[in-house]
């Protein structure tokens, strides 16, 4: 049975987004007739989402980019507080940390991108549109790329739990994906080719609400250490297995004790055994 924690945030984010393109998509469709909007070049036939976010449902467009962002940048955080909670495997270098931070901190600029290009929208604001737009791909993908790398350390770390191995890859292909359709996104746009560059910006926004919702599958584990010590004995193994591989695998407190024990088995068996008098050597 799934219990709600953490892992509604992305769900809510990525319903949010999904919601937002297909009520602009429907109603472009079906309630407009696939009408022509002003901002749209002259020989353009395929509303890109800018132009119909910067119609009529405008305000749709904008309370969805605001949700969808506000929901995933709070599942950046919930991963990031769970792992040093040790509800989630544990970062257990600074350079995982400082990967975390990243990813977080781009999430944030794409979150200002995404809800600046909805309220400054390709109609009245082209110039601004198209650099908010910039900066929502560039934000998102950045971050995309930190968090990869990190969950590549987490799971060589912890080959036990193979979730972060499948949301490595989940969302390597994600990245590699992205980056691909932005770059023929960009080229359609600038060599007037406004029809495929809008098909592509449509399949590059949809692709995004799956990627929002991959963040379910880390989050979820923390359900089932609530209320549990969770994974700070993992936490504590892996630290002390680094101090032993950065002393040259010595531990100065075993060998202490180690010798401790040889000189105390050594002062014991060269003691000469005690004979009370009367009483028999081999009593």
């Not at 198209?130 to 934000?139: E, M, S």
């Not at 880390?218 to 193994?237: H, M, Q, S």
Request: contains cysteine; aromatic residues 12%; glycine residues 8%.
């Amino acid at each position: 049975m799934l219990r709600p924690s953490y892992w509604v945030f992305p769900i809510i984010s990525g319903v949010v987004w999904l919601g937002t393109l297909l009520g602009l998509l429907i109603h472009w469709n079906v309630n407009t007739h696939q009408r022509h909007y002003d901002s749209m070049a002259d020989n353009q036939t395929i509303a890109y989402i800018s132009d119909v976010g910067a119609a009529e449902l405008k305000p749709l467009f904008i309370a969805g980019c605001v949700l969808t962002t506000i929901f995933l940048d709070i599942s950046f955080g919930a991963d990031r507080w769970l792992r040093h909670k040790g509800r989630l495997v544990p970062n257990a270098t600074i350079g995982e940390k400082v990967l975390s931070g990243l990813t977080i901190a781009f999430a944030v600029v794409g979150t200002a991108g995404l809800i600046l290009l909805s309220i400054f929208d390709t109609a009245r604001h082209p110039k601004l549109h198209d650099i908010f737009l910039l900066l929502f791909i560039t934000g998102y993908v950045l971050s995309a790329i930190f968090i990869c790398w990190e969950y590549q350390r987490l799971g060589a770390r912890y080959t036990e739990h193979r979730v972060l191995a499948h949301s490595f890859w989940i969302k390597l292909s994600f990245v590699v994906l992205e980056i691909l359709l932005a770059i023929a996104f960009v080229g359609c746009t600038f060599t007037s080719h406004y029809n495929a560059g809008a098909v592509l910006e449509w399949v590059i926004a949809f692709i995004f609400s799956f990627y929002v919702f991959s963040f379910c599958i880390d989050l979820y584990p923390a359900v089932r250490t609530k209320g549990t010590a969770g994974y700070r004995t993992t936490k504590a193994r892996t630290q002390a297995m680094r101090e032993m591989e950065e002393g040259g695998h010595h531990n100065p407190m075993t060998s202490h004790l180690h010798n401790h024990h040889t000189n105390n088995s050594s002062s014991n068996s060269s003691t000469k055994p005690v004979v009370t008098r009367g009483v028999p050597n081999n009593f």
